[in-house]
């Protein structure tokens, strides 16, 4: 939830608040800002709240993806409700049409390369908050929204990204009553304050580094964290010695194959051995020793000179 002078603004699915992430506040701009992440499909309501020392009358107004036109909203504030949800555009007094997440269609047409997309800024959702004064009644008419063409190249850098769709008519609780207002003060021509949540794809964000991506073990307790990683060193100290046991095996074939067509030729020594010994001992002086430094084509060897 982005709280910003005196207004509380958030995006809600399943009645439950968005994370955001990297909030920013500007007060030369007076605007707040943040990223959430999206899901296509998804029903979201914005969740507007004033502070109920802040005595004034507002108004809400939604921009969606960068059109300047609102979309919808309500009044809250002094004599009012200090909160209020905005949950679609109403198409009859009884039925409206949800907020959805929708992916952007992507073509390989080349055509549209250079063709801009019909959408200001996708993936935004723009919340003015405006100090008004209730002038009267009013009376009821459907608030017609254009839904601009949303196609794009699938080379493009908006592809992969969201916008915010209108989806099927549904039921909904009868209208309340409309009502007129004007600026509260002459100085009142922007809003008093402004809210953009900039949302994107889970895994966009991750990758960005916008959001933090998730951890296996971030619900468990130390105890069970300390068995996991216990549990994870055996695998690990396992694998290794099945690793080091299956390498030890293929040298093991290997060296047997080698053996089997190896021929091992075995010569007569060059070292001829004098007939007579002495008590078992072997006289290998140079006068019996004749050294041979190779052989001819016949096989026969030279003799060195002694």
Not at 224 to 239: G, N, P, R, Y
Not at 286 to 304: C, H, K, M, P, Q
Request: with cysteine.
């Amino acid at each position: 939830m982005l709280d910003f002078r005196s207004y509380k603004v958030s995006v809600r699915v399943n009645d439950q608040d968005v994370p955001i992430y990297r909030p920013e506040y500007d007060e030369d701009t007076k605007t707040a800002t943040c990223w959430i992440a999206s899901e296509e499909g998804q029903a979201f309501t914005i969740f507007c709240q004033q502070a109920e020392s802040f005595r004034y009358t507002s108004s809400a107004e939604v921009c969606l993806d960068g059109s300047r036109k609102p979309a919808t909203g309500i009044v809250l504030g002094k004599g009012r409700n200090y909160f209020g949800h905005i949950t679609g555009v109403r198409v009859s007094q009884t039925s409206r049409r949800p907020f959805e997440f929708a992916s952007l269609e992507t073509t390989d047409d080349d055509a549209y390369l250079d063709q801009p997309l019909g959408l200001k800024a996708p993936g935004t959702i723009h919340v003015q908050m405006s100090r008004v004064r209730v002038t009267r009644d009013s009376v009821w008419k459907p608030r017609r929204v254009p839904e601009a063409a949303s196609i794009v190249h699938e080379k493009s850098k908006k592809a992969g990204g969201h916008i915010t769709r209108l989806g099927k008519q549904e039921v909904a609780a009868p209208a309340p009553k409309p009502i007129k207002h004007k600026p509260y003060h002459p100085s009142d021509i922007d809003p008093w304050v402004s809210f953009e949540f900039r949302y994107r794809p889970a895994a966009i964000l991750q990758a960005e580094g916008i959001m933090p991506k998730p951890q296996a073990s971030q619900n468990n307790s130390p105890h069970e964290d300390d068995d996991d990683e216990m549990e994870a060193e055996h695998k690990a100290e396992i694998l290794a010695l099945e690793a080091e046991q299956a390498a030890l095996d293929a040298r093991r074939a290997a060296l047997k194959a080698k053996a089997k067509n190896i021929n091992i030729k075995r010569e007569a020594s060059p070292i001829r051995v004098p007939r007579n010994t002495v008590a078992g001992v072997i006289d290998l002086t140079l006068e019996y020793v004749r050294i041979y430094f190779g052989g001819d084509s016949t096989g026969r060897f030279t003799e060195s000179p002694p």
